[in-house]
C-alpha cells in the first residue's frame, strides 16, 4: 500500500468515489449526493478541470476530471 502523499491536508477535501476501495457504495449519504463525513478524499492538487485525488482509506492515487470549466469560456462578439 502507498503511504499518504506528505503534502496531503485533511482542509483540503473532495467527495468522489475511489475507484480502487469503493468504500462508499452502501453509503447513504454519498448514495445521496450528501457530503459524507467518512468517505472524503484528499485533495492534492487542481490543474484546471482535473482533481489529483487521494484515498485516506486505501491510499490510492488517481486524477479525476470534473469537466468543470471545460472548453473555456465562451466568446463574445
Do not use: K
Amino acid at each position: 500500500m502507498l503511504p499518504i502523499d506528505p503534502h496531503a491536508d485533511i482542509a483540503r477535501r473532495a467527495w468522489i468515489p475511489c475507484p480502487q476501495c469503493r468504500d462508499d457504495r452502501d453509503c447513504l449519504d454519498c448514495g445521496s449526493g450528501r457530503n459524507c463525513g467518512d468517505h472524503w478524499r484528499y485533495l492534492l492538487s487542481a490543474t484546471g478541470s482535473v482533481l489529483h485525488v487521494q484515498c485516506p482509506g486505501c491510499a490510492h492515487l488517481w486524477n479525476h476530471e470534473t469537466h468543470f470549466g471545460a472548453g473555456g469560456r465562451p466568446h463574445f462578439h
